[in-house]
């Protein structure tokens, strides 16, 4: 019911677009992923739960430092609630997260939610300029290689895409320290400048982390759509139908494989997402930029459970969202799942 | 290496019917280089087509008649070592550079291909596949390549051609599709088109509505048709002439009208007799050619169907026969063929 | 961090590497084997000096530090690599820490092929509710962001080599667990198995005798592919200061206390980072040049 009267309500307001939306099998394929997460949520939530009530500290004595007597640490502990049993604890703090309450830090009088709506930002901006060099990087390189398979581009390339994906990151990122900000002064070393205040200075703190946040992504990106490209131009039958055309076989890789191609690296990234975000707790350790992760190694080493807690079910659902978008892309994408799941 | 060079001398016929040839072929050769060996795909092969003529090349798979066709349209993998001469009005196209054949394929020769499952590319819309054909090769704007592919659409017979051009590959038929990889052949109005198995993959009823929708269309545009089969049957009904391949070399080619009469080489034979017929007996098994095809990988010193032939004597085995031309318009590779009447 | 390496390459086609055409098939088989024999010998040559060369020479100790010979550069007589700030030896320390390196991931790897391949094959084999609940399982691990995973248990079990291990295991089990289930998935209709299991074998017997060899390729392939990554998360740890706790020779603990004098003493951070980097591209290759040759997925 409430379905078909929003479906109405958005028709009459006369956006074709958002009512095709509202009415495609995508969104409602999408519907069904999102019931799916929501006990794979669940379960990391526990796990983190019961992970971090395994350690041997607590928040009270890491808070307090080394030198706070029994009596303190006890106070402390009553005040917040970190005498009571595992369970209540964690069904408070579910509870809480049910009615959209996230909870407070332990370290600090702020909630958990606007520590993450501080933090969040600067991560998503990271994820987001790191796939942006990705693509603009791999996509011509991929196309490049497959031009002419095993020819001196791809030779190269495919020395360096090793070499990339070897890299360790903090091996990668003091070196590009060391090149840009120690010796070139191109870039700062550390710092963040945000989005709002300087879009300028932004760019300026946020390249080289998104640099080394990408090279690894460049050289396996690379290489999987390389590989995917050739084996279309190699065994598919429409590339032979566009070669009987007379099409050169650059429009055949840009125009017709590349089209294909997108789709496999699509489901790559949409699967990959998440260790993305998990990467760039080095990268913003590294760099000291104000993200995410430099707020879960504080907490993680703080004992904060409620803000660890709150991390993780935000990294669980950008998972969950990434793989939504990754979905609905496909069906922009792929027309063949589009139409199909509109029939079915 | 030897007997191939003795099995070239025997080689080229002048099998020309005509007066002026459209697309000569003569002792063209097709090697595949692998790890594993050489493969002697086709073994010197020669015929003529002229205008508005309509050839049917029959054979077994492996015979090399897909590969005959796909050395025509110059889309073999670079993997493919090619010689011989294949003259498209007089000029020869062996050898010439990637960007001047661009220019002959889909042009001068044009080719509709066995599995319109796969012959489109399922990611781009079907007016679009035929657009790109004819931009490639005519200077037409976007609106006219538009109108000129809804009228390729009409031709074909699709209906509603003005909605199918929007559509995807996938949204159509089997049959639906072959006809739009027949509009993508016929848009640059090609003087030969070649019809690899164009009709397999589909239903008998819809095979025969393509095949009729073929030879009319090369009725209105004058085209020559080449026909590439493994069906004698299908040949027989549609073909004037008949050209009969056998482990990579012509082994009987002959008017329609004449073979039918009267097969001179085994293997013919053999395929006719594997034709189910309206007069056979219901439960009984139709004959089957017994042995297995021929490896490619090694050219034999005698006839390459002497280990499956039921009249093979010693001199099969010894050497193999040249095909030549022995009645008018008749020619045949045997040292000991069926005599007329016989072997029926 | 390279970490999406590691479940990238469960669904990289096997062709990525050498697959194409245009070099002669020769030229291919030949670069082929050169891709797998020179990393190889490379990564043997490592092993030997790391493991066996101190037990035949006299090397200075690791973690002794000579306070008279500070800072000294390449090629010094007795020091071939020079010593740091404190006067260690680091020669001895890449070598030692060539150790912790190779331990840890010979480990991980182990548990994890283990552990994680006898998890995917069960799920994959039993199907219906076992494997309805151990995918679930496997989706909260890859859902969860694996370093946090790592950091957590890291910090939860203190700073240890031991505990490195257990760490990082977290990340591996999953990951065979998905490349395993997924093989199986292959292999379970496949007759030999289902006549296996028509004539009554037991199903361990199964799991064990029939499915397991089919799978091995695969699996060791992938933990070269791993073995890269763990040694690389291993040195993340180092780096966080959650994992082998100094002063003991770890290439992580070189590289994050060498980042001090960067600017003075670059090649307190270089040597240790090219052996991590030439490890790591060495097992890289290795895994990516068995799976083009044994063709597995």
Same mark, same amino acid.
């Not at chain 1, 009512?19 to 099998?25: D, I, N, T, V």
């Not at chain 3, 076992?130 to 910090?155: G, K, W």
């Given at each position: ?50 992970? #971090? ?118 091996? #990668? ?85 590349? *089209? ?57 659902? %950008? ?22 799941? +509109?029939?079915? | 290496? %030897? ?7 025997? %080689? ?16 063209? *050769? ?12 086709? @073994? ?104 000129? %592919? ?32 027949? +509009? ?16 397999? +993959?589909?239903?008998?009823?819809? @095979? ?21 089969? $493994? ?87 010894? @050497? ?25 | ?12 086609? +096997? ?42 020479? $006299? ?35 890449? #070598? ?112 064990? @005798? ?86 597995? *997925?």
């Amino acid at each position: 019911m409430s379905t078909s009267a929003s479906v109405q309500s958005v028709s009459r307001s006369g956006s074709a677009f958002a009512r095709r939306l509202a009415g495609s099998p995508a969104l409602r394929l999408s519907g069904r992923r999102l019931l799916s997460a929501i006990p794979v949520l669940w379960g990391v939530t526990l796990l983190s739960f019961l992970m #971090l009530n395994a350690l041997p500290g607590d928040a009270a004595s890491a808070l307090l430092g080394i030198n706070a007597t029994p009596a303190e640490i006890r106070s402390f502990s009553i005040k917040l609630h970190l005498n009571e049993p595992l369970w209540t604890r964690y069904g408070h703090w579910l509870a809480g997260v049910l009615t959209g309450n996230l909870g407070t830090s332990l370290a600090s009088p702020q909630s958990v939610a606007s520590i993450i709506g501080q933090r969040l930002p600067v991560t998503l901006e990271l994820v987001i300029y790191a796939l942006i060099i990705t693509f603009v990087v791999s996509v011509p390189l991929a196309v490049l290689c497959a031009r002419w398979p095993r020819g001196v581009i791809d030779q190269s390339s495919l020395v360096l895409s090793m070499a990339s994906i070897s890299v360790a990151p903090y091996v #990668l990122g003091l070196f590009l320290v060391i090149l840009f900000a120690v010796h070139w002064s191109i870039f700062p070393a550390i710092g963040y400048t945000s989005l709002g205040a300087s879009v300028a200075g932004n760019l300026h703190t946020m390249t080289l982390p998104s640099i080394v946040l990408a090279i690894p992504l460049i050289g396996f990106y690379t290489r999987f759509l390389r590989a995917d490209l050739v084996e279309q131009m190699q065994s598919e039958d429409y590339v032979v139908t566009a070669r009987a055309k007379g099409v050169s076989e650059w429009r055949i890789l840009t125009r017709h494989a590349l *089209r294909n191609s997108f789709i496999g690296l699509l489901t790559v990234i949409g699967l990959n997402l998440a260790t993305l975000i998990g990467a760039t707790v080095i990268v913003e350790e590294i760099f000291s930029l104000p993200g995410i992760g430099f707020e879960l190694l504080n907490a993680i080493s703080n004992r904060d459970v409620p803000v660890v807690e709150g991390i993780v079910l935000v990294f669980g659902i %950008a998972v969950v969202l990434a793989n939504l978008a990754t979905d609905l892309l496909y069906g922009v994408l792929d027309p063949r799942i589009r139409h199909v799941r +509109a029939r079915s | 290496m %030897a007997s191939a060079t003795a099995a070239g001398d025997a %080689a080229p016929p002048d099998v020309r019917l005509g007066p002026s040839p459209l697309l000569e072929v003569s002792d063209l *050769r097709v090697t595949f280089h692998s790890r594993a060996g050489n493969v002697y795909a086709v @073994q010197g092969i020669s015929f003529s087509i002229e205008p508005g003529q309509t050839l049917a090349i029959i054979g077994e798979s492996g015979s090399g008649k897909t590969v005959s066709a796909q050395a025509m349209m110059a889309i073999l993998p670079r993997t493919a070592h090619v010689t011989g001469s294949i003259r498209f009005n007089g000029e020869e196209m062996v050898g010439r550079s990637e960007r001047e054949l661009r220019d002959y394929r889909g042009r001068c020769v044009a080719m509709v291909f066995q599995n319109p499952e796969r012959s489109l590319n399922p990611t781009m819309r079907v007016g679009s596949q035929i657009a790109e054909a004819i931009t490639t090769h005519l200077p037409l704007d976007r609106k006219q390549a538009h109108e000129r %592919a809804i009228e390729l659409l009409r031709m074909v017979r699709i209906p509603a051609p003005e909605r199918r051009f929007y559509e995807y590959p996938h949204q159509l038929s089997g049959g639906m599709r072959q006809r739009v990889v027949i +509009a993508i052949a016929l848009a640059c109005g090609p003087a030969v088109l070649i019809a690899d198995e164009a009709t397999t +993959a589909l239903d008998v009823t819809t @095979q025969a509505q393509i095949m009729d929708l073929l030879l009319d269309l090369q009725e209105e545009t004058g085209t020559a048709l080449l026909m590439i089969s $493994h069906d004698l049957g299908l040949a027989a009904s549609y073909a004037e002439d008949v050209i009969v391949m056998y482990a990579g070399k012509v082994v009987e080619r002959a008017p329609t009208k004449e073979l039918f009469a009267g097969v001179r080489m085994p293997y013919t034979q053999a395929l006719l007799d594997a034709i189910p017929r309206i007069d056979t007996q219901p439960h009984v098994l139709l004959p089957v050619i017994g042995g297995r095809p021929p490896d490619l990988s090694v050219i034999p010193a005698g006839c390459p169907f002497a280990p499956r032939c039921p009249e093979v004597q010693q001199d099969c085995r010894d @050497q193999a026969p040249p095909l030549k031309q022995h009645e008018p318009e008749r020619w045949w590779a045997c040292w000991h063929p069926y005599r007329k009447g016989a072997g029926q | 961090m390279s970490v999406p390496a590691a479940d990238l390459l469960t669904t990289a086609p +096997a062709q990525d590497v050498l697959g194409g055409v245009g070099a002669g098939p020769r030229v291919r088989s030949r670069l082929r084997n050169l891709e797998i024999i020179v990393p190889g010998a490379l990564l043997v040559v490592l092993l030997f000096f790391c493991f066996i060369w101190p037990l035949l020479y $006299h090397i200075p100790s690791p973690t002794v530090a000579d306070l008279f010979e500070v800072n000294r550069p390449l090629w010094s007589p007795g020091h071939i690599l020079g010593t740091d700030a404190v006067g260690y030896d680091v020669m001895s320390r890449i #070598l030692y820490g060539g150790r912790v390196s190779f331990e840890v991931a010979a480990a991980v790897q182990a548990i994890g092929l283990v552990v994680g391949g006898l998890f995917g094959m069960i799920a994959a084999y039993r199907g219906g509710w076992t494997e309805a609940v151990l995918m679930r399982i496997l989706d909260v691990f890859i859902a969860f962001p694996s370093l946090v995973l790592v950091l957590a248990i890291a910090d939860s079990l203190g700073p240890s080599e031991t505990h490195v291990i257990w760490a990082l295991s977290a990340f591996s089990i999953p990951a065979f667990a998905r490349v395993a289930r997924a093989a199986t998935l292959r292999l379970r209709d496949q007759p030999f198995i289902v006549a296996a299991r028509l004539s009554g074998t037991r199903t361990w017997r199964i799991l064990l @005798q029939h499915l397991a060899p089919n799978l091995a390729p695969q699996l060791l392939t992938f933990s070269l592919l791993g073995a890269s990554l763990t040694i690389i998360l291993e040195g993340a740890l180092d780096f966080l200061g959650y994992g082998v706790p100094p002063p003991t020779a770890t290439w992580g603990n070189m590289i994050a206390t060498g980042q001090s004098f960067i600017s003075v003493y670059p090649q307190y951070v270089l040597v240790p980072s090219v052996f991590l980097v030439a490890t790591s591209i060495c097992l890289n290759m290795m895994g990516d040049g068995l799976r083009a040759r044994w063709g597995v *997925r």
